[in-house]
């Protein structure tokens, strides 16, 4: 059984359907928005994504614990295809599979998070406004100060799905989508932040229920990833109804010698 690549995004959408947490993102990148930028491989029923959207292409590999050897077969079959450098997102196990032909670098641990309890979101109090293009500017500022570094598409900015806090006309705290997908059913929740001098007041919380209760309107998941170690984030989310449902690793990749 081959690898191959993959161009049905029918074919894709439903062997990414079967467990549409573990695979939001990718279901978020069959959109037009991001399609373009995708290379898909195929191995049975295991799928690896290559998004080419950003300057380090980024491989996508998720499996869960009992289909981990078969997602690594793909991997095997795929590495000599893959750029000497990228970044991934791979589930438990497969970082060991990768390492044979690459070396790892800045690997962290993530978890996958899903609202399952809305009721705590219903709890807190949502606050904030929905941002467009003409916030672009106050947002780079934001995350400048704030979340150096974080990926940031201002495209995103399109969908009507990043909502923004202000104190004294500052936009003092954000959330927003890194996905969002009515055809698909699913979001992903990303580029959530508050400014340095504001933390401690609830302001991200009230911002991400804000948000969280405009993407309930479309979608039937809403998910997060988020680095192991951010204890103050993983309680947040926690608070506002979300439970860990995977793990997984991200890390760099170079090719090895």
Do not use: K
């Not at 898909?40 to 050897?69: I, M, S």
């Not at 467009?132 to 990926?151: E, K």
């Not at 923004?164 to 580029?191: E, M, Y």
Request: glycine fraction near 6%; proline fraction near 7%; hydrophobic fraction near 45%.
């Amino acid at each position: 059984m081959p690898v191959r690549a993959e161009h049905d995004r029918a074919v894709l959408a439903e062997l990414l359907g079967r467990d549409p947490v573990l695979h939001a993102y990718q279901l978020g990148d069959l959109d037009d928005f991001f399609w373009p930028y995708t290379s898909w491989y195929r191995r049975g029923d295991q799928v690896a994504l290559l998004y080419h959207g950003v300057e380090l292409p980024t491989l996508l590999a998720f499996a869960p614990p009992e289909r981990t050897d078969e997602m690594a077969a793909l991997l095997t079959e795929l590495a000599p295809l893959l750029p000497a450098r990228l970044w991934a997102h791979l589930s438990p196990g497969l970082d060991a599979t990768v390492a044979r032909w690459y070396e790892p670098t800045d690997a962290a641990p993530h978890h996958r998070m899903a609202l399952t309890d809305p009721a705590r979101l219903a709890r807190v109090t949502p606050a904030g406004q929905v941002l467009d293009r003409a916030d672009l500017p106050a947002l780079h500022a934001l995350y400048a100060a704030a979340y150096p570094g974080n990926w940031f598409d201002p495209r995103m900015l399109d969908t009507g799905q990043y909502v923004g806090i202000r104190a004294d006309g500052d936009l003092v705290a954000v959330a927003g989508v890194h996905v969002w997908s009515p055809t698909w059913r699913v979001a992903a929740l990303g580029n959530v932040t508050t400014h340095p001098h504001v933390r401690g007041q609830g302001l991200a919380g009230a911002a991400m229920a804000a948000l969280c209760a405009r993407l309930r309107e479309s979608v039937d998941h809403v998910t997060l990833n988020v680095r192991a170690d951010n204890t103050a984030a993983v309680r947040l989310y926690e608070r506002l109804g979300f439970t860990r449902v995977a793990d997984f690793t991200e890390c760099g990749l170079r090719r090895r010698p």
